[in-house]
């Protein structure tokens, strides 16, 4: 199947997540990503060394590129980045604030010599504001930016088990980069993306910040039960094993009451007549189902609230999610030899990307060293 961006050239001077996500996802759909490192690599290839050897987030996010060793401070590789620069469709760099200007490649003076470039910067905090200088790591951003204040549960706030703010950057930036590039394709020119760990996030956390503002409300954390709904949460099987489900109307709750808990009668106990009624009286109701659970395996209810019409979800482990029936999986060569990993959310006419190989540190360096070398910066 034909990818979409064939034949545009991205020059990514990236580490870490964000921005190798937005050039992870542009080489699937066709891209030639050309990932430049310091001589010492993208310090995410030392993350750890789980995937043979190879670190699980470089492995996930770096297929389908080029790597190219350059130190952009030694003028015979600053000719073969300028030369790359010259032709490029889509620059990215995720560099500290400030330092791919001082290396003497702002963005705008590269779209001044290469007027078709679409150049993107991430950062943590954007390029304006009195935080726009501060170091920002994902973890960091959870707290400051208010999404740890609703994970967690009564017991505290809690981290997010992956990188979601940098994920989300990456997810927003990828969608500014593909705007621009659908906007060239009409006026031929570029344009510059700031994207931010922070303010991509912040997005996503309209919801709670419109509640609070104009509401007054203020979540709190309410670790796997609902706050405003009930029975809305996870309950421990036979097997300590947990199942969330969800009630969403009273249609549901007599069906849940006639079919899972065995007890019909308390679809119209007073105590738990309506939604409101059920919240209010939450701990009385929880221990009705927590009862009716303890006598059957967590997979075993699974099975029963599905076959009810009860929307639910086992609370899984990574080792169930290994080995869950819904997986689709992908192969990926790597360095250190073929592995599987969860593929990509969409499809397309029903098939996946085909998936171009991880590359080992530098692997590229002397073919695009050769390829650039002759092309001199546009005057």
């Known amino acids: 199947m034909?990818?979409?961006?064939?034949?545009?050239?991205?020059?990514?001077?990236?580490?870490?997540?964000?921005?190798?996500?937005?050039?992870?996802?542009?080489?699937?759909?066709?891209?030639?990503?050309?990932?430049?490192?310091r001589p010492e690599g993208d310090f995410a290839r030392e993350y750890d060394h789980l995937?043979?050897?190879?670190?699980?987030?470089?492995?996930?996010?770096?297929?389908?590129?080029?790597?190219?060793?350059?130190?952009?401070?030694?003028?015979?590789?600053?000719?073969?980045?300028?030369?790359m620069l010259k032709v490029a469709d889509v620059f990215i760099q995720n560099l500290a604030?400030?330092?791919?200007?001082?290396?003497?490649?702002?963005?705008?003076?590269l779209r001044d010599q290469n007027p078709?470039?679409?150049?993107?910067?991430?950062?943590?905090?954007?390029?304006?504001?009195?935080?726009?200088?501060?170091?920002?790591?994902?973890l960091l951003v959870q707290a400051e930016c208010g999404l740890?204040?609703?994970?967690?549960?009564?017991?505290?706030?809690?981290?997010?088990?992956?990188s979601v703010c940098d994920i989300a950057c990456g997810m927003t930036a990828y969608q500014a980069v593909l705007e621009a590039l659908l906007a060239r394709a009409k006026t031929g020119k570029g344009r510059h993306i700031s994207a931010s760990l922070f303010h991509s996030l912040a997005d996503w956390m309209n919801v709670p910040y419109l509640q609070y503002v104009y509401g007054g409300k203020e979540p709190v954390c309410n670790g796997l039960e609902h706050p405003t709904i009930a029975p809305y949460g996870a309950f421990p099987g036979s097997d300590g094993k947990l199942v969330l489900l969800s009630i969403q109307n009273e249609r549901e709750w007599v069906g849940f009451c006639e079919m899972v808990l065995e007890r019909p009668e308390l679809a119209t106990d007073p105590r738990f007549s309506s939604n409101t009624k059920r919240v209010e009286n939450r701990t009385a109701l929880d221990?009705?189902?927590?009862?009716?659970?303890?006598?059957?395996?967590?997979?075993?209810?699974?099975?029963?609230?599905?076959?009810?019409?009860?929307?639910?979800?086992?609370?899984?482990?990574?080792?169930?999610?290994?080995?869950?029936?819904?997986?689709?999986?992908?192969e990926i060569d790597t360095p250190a030899g073929p592995i599987e990993m969860?593929?990509?959310?969409?499809?397309?006419?029903?098939?996946?990307?085909?998936?171009?190989?991880?590359p080992a540190l530098g692997s590229n360096t002397e073919a695009v060293r050769k390829e650039f070398r002759s092309k001199k910066r546009v005057a």
């Not at 034909?2 to 545009?8: A, M, P, R």
């Not at 995937?51 to 600053?78: I, M, Q």
């Not at 740890?148 to 992956?162: K, L």
Request: net charge negative; charged share 25%; with cysteine.
């Open 2 to 37: 034909l990818n979409g961006l064939e034949g545009l050239l991205v020059v990514s001077v990236e580490q870490a997540v964000a921005a190798p996500y937005v050039s992870g996802r542009l080489a699937d759909a066709g891209a030639r990503v050309i990932k430049v490192e």
């Open 51 to 83: 995937v043979k050897g190879e670190s699980a987030y470089f492995v996930w996010l770096n297929r389908g590129k080029e790597s190219v060793c350059l130190d952009l401070r030694a003028p015979a590789d600053r000719e073969v980045f300028e030369g």
């Open 97 to 109: 604030p400030g330092a791919i200007d001082r290396l003497g490649y702002a963005p705008d003076m």
């Open 116 to 138: 078709r470039l679409i150049t993107l910067s991430i950062s943590g905090y954007g390029d304006e504001g009195p935080y726009s200088k501060h170091k920002a790591y994902d």
């Open 148 to 162: 740890s204040a609703i994970t967690g549960n009564h017991a505290g706030p809690a981290r997010v088990g992956v």
């Open 287 to 330: 221990e009705i189902v927590c009862h009716k659970f303890s006598t059957q395996t967590r997979d075993v209810l699974s099975d029963l609230l599905h076959r009810a019409g009860i929307a639910n979800g086992r609370v899984s482990t990574i080792r169930d999610l290994a080995e869950h029936p819904q997986n689709r999986l992908v």
């Open 342 to 358: 969860l593929s990509p959310g969409a499809l397309a006419d029903g098939d996946a990307p085909a998936f171009r190989p991880v």
